[in-house]
Structures are given as C-alpha cells and as structure tokens.
C-alpha cells in the first residue's frame, strides 16, 4: 500500500514535467548505511568510464595543459602573452561545448524531445532577461562575467604556483598523490558549491545576486554558469584549494574544466544527449533541474547528500514538492 501510494505522489509530480525520470533520484551510495561496495562501484564506473561531464572535463584539462597552458616558469611575472593564453584556456572550452550543445539540442534539435525534462523552450521577448533573450543574457553573463573571474583567480595561482610561494607537485615525486587528488577535486567542488550555494540563498543575497542566475527556471547548456559577478566572486572560490593542497597545474586546469564546463552539461534541460538513436553521452541533472523549477531544495550535488542530511533533498516526488514550496513559504515569509 505504502509502496502504490508513493508511485501514486511520483505520478503526480511527472505530469509536470516532459521527460521524469524513474524511481528517487539517486545519491552517491559512497555515503548509504550499511555500506554498497558493489552501487558504489557502479556509481564511479558509470562517472569515469562513460562520457560525461567528469570524463569530458579531465580530456579538456588534458588537452589545454599539452597544447595551451606554458610552462609554470613562464607564469613567474605577469605578462600577456601567457595570461592571454590562460583566458583563451577557459573560453575556448566554454564556448565550444555550450554553444555545440546549444546548437545540437535546441537550434537543430537533433534529438527532438527525447530525454527533455521541461515542455517549454528556452525564453524570447522576455524582459526578465538582459537582451530580452534567455539564450543572449546566459552568453553575456557567462563569456563576461564568469569566464573573466575565472581566469583572474587563475592567473593569480598560476602565479603563486610558479614563485613557489605554494605548495607544487610533480607527477614524478609524488604518483599516487596527484592520482587521488584528481579524483578528489569533483567531492571538493560539490562540498565547496553546497556551502556557497546555500548562502547565496539567503533572501537579501538572493535578491541582489542569486537571482541572475534563478532567472533561468527552464534551463540550456548556457545558464550553467550564468552567474552575477559577485556570484562568481563566491563560487570561484573553489580554486583557492590549490593554495593549501600540494598541487600540479594539471590540478588546477582540470578543477577549472570541471567547475566551468560541468555546469553546461548539468544544465543542459536533456538527460542524455542522443546521436542516431544511441545514447552518446549523460548530460543534464534531474537532481539540479528541480532546484531550478522550486529553488529551496537540492541546493548541492548529488556527490555529497548534504541535502539529505540537511532536509532540503527533492527526491522527484510529489511530496517532496509540497515539502519544497511549505519550506519556501516558511522561509520568504519569517
């Protein structure tokens, strides 16, 4: 009984959206009690050894530190030529992957609806939005805001890293160090983006800065990062790990992809991005696109269930959205 009623509140729920997921929406079962050894290991086999925003993002750090990034010692006094070349490292990327993904899903449509979360399109003629345009405001607010904090806290560490004023690694001195802090960024990023997150959330901050970026409630592979410059003051932050943590430039381009390029892909409004019939690669998060349609849950990532811990965790079900909007209501109205 309990069991028809639960299906019965996630039906509910469904019918407000084009494409719902089946079942809870899944958590990293890393944190489940008593421990899953054999879901914890398909969890990361499917996140590193599938195309997705973790895979996508580490061939990119890759392929900017062989071809794109100079040497460290270069970096040792400002100069143009190699902080030129870090701005192109992070607008290269972000303007290829989110415009081709922009380009794929919702100009040429090439998987039609499949796997689209919200009925709607993205927003035209709307005031809401600078331009008037959903698609124009997200360009604007990620190419000039976002992609230019970025790349200042770049320069900044690159900097520190090359004056050895923090602590550097190599790959050669120290393997296994460098191999499990690569697999540690993405948990550092989502335990950095929840605490950001939920402080942005505040109303007052929420009002003057967060609300930039919630102006996208039906989302596309450019509202990722789409952020108010005092947004990307806070989320960037994220970086300055590397100024504590003994790290290798690799470290820092591939925390930079991750944090840059993962969010197009997130929030993409597609769970899965479809060539041919064939499932070519994961794309966007339920877990995310229902913070965007109701704003007072899922304020982290998947990877760490802070918002199971916390009470603000949207599992997809009708009930959790009564318990959303309850919270929210509370919250706005205290």
Not at 140 to 152: C, E, K, N
Not at 230 to 237: A, I, P
Not at 245 to 261: E, K, T, Y
Request: charged residues 15%.
């Amino acid at each position: 009984m309990d069991g028809t009623l639960h299906n019965a509140e996630r039906d509910r729920e469904a019918e407000r959206w084009h494409y719902h997921p089946k079942g809870p929406v899944p958590l990293n079962p890393l944190f489940s009690w008593p421990p899953r050894p054999a879901a914890v290991l398909r969890w990361y086999r499917g996140a590193w050894m599938e195309i997705t925003s973790l895979t996508l993002c580490f061939l990119l750090a890759l392929a900017i530190y062989a071809w794109m990034l100079p040497p460290l010692a270069e970096m040792a006094e400002f100069r143009p030529g190699w902080m030129l070349q870090v701005w192109l490292a992070n607008l290269l990327p972000q303007a290829t992957v989110a415009g081709g993904l922009h380009w794929w899903l919702y100009m040429r449509k090439g998987q039609g609806m499949q796997k689209k979360f919200d009925k709607r399109d993205l927003s035209r003629g709307n005031g809401t939005f600078t331009f008037k345009n959903q698609v124009w405001d997200n360009i604007w607010w990620t190419l000039g805001s976002a992609i230019t904090v970025a790349t200042a806290y770049q320069w900044g560490i690159y900097w520190l890293m090359a004056n050895g004023w923090v602590p550097v690694v190599t790959f050669a001195e120290a393997p296994v160090w460098c191999a499990v802090w690569m697999l540690f960024i993405p948990m550092w990023s989502g335990l950095h983006f929840y605490w950001v997150h939920r402080l942005e959330h505040h109303p007052r901050l929420y009002k003057h800065v967060h609300a930039v970026h919630h102006r996208n409630v039906n989302i596309g592979p450019w509202s990722g990062i789409s952020n108010h410059w005092y947004e990307n003051l806070l989320y960037f932050t994220t970086y300055f790990i590397h100024l504590i943590v003994p790290s290798h430039p690799l470290h820092l381009a591939f925390h930079a992809m991750f944090q840059q390029i993962s969010p197009v892909l997130s929030h993409s409004g597609f769970e899965r991005v479809i060539a041919k019939e064939t499932e070519a690669a994961k794309a966007g998060d339920f877990f995310h696109q229902l913070h965007h349609r109701y704003f007072e849950c899922n304020y982290g990532t998947s990877e760490i269930p802070f918002d199971k811990w916390f009470g603000t965790y949207h599992d997809g079900s009708a009930a959790a959205t009564e318990r959303t909007r309850a919270f929210k209501k509370q919250m706005y109205t205290r």
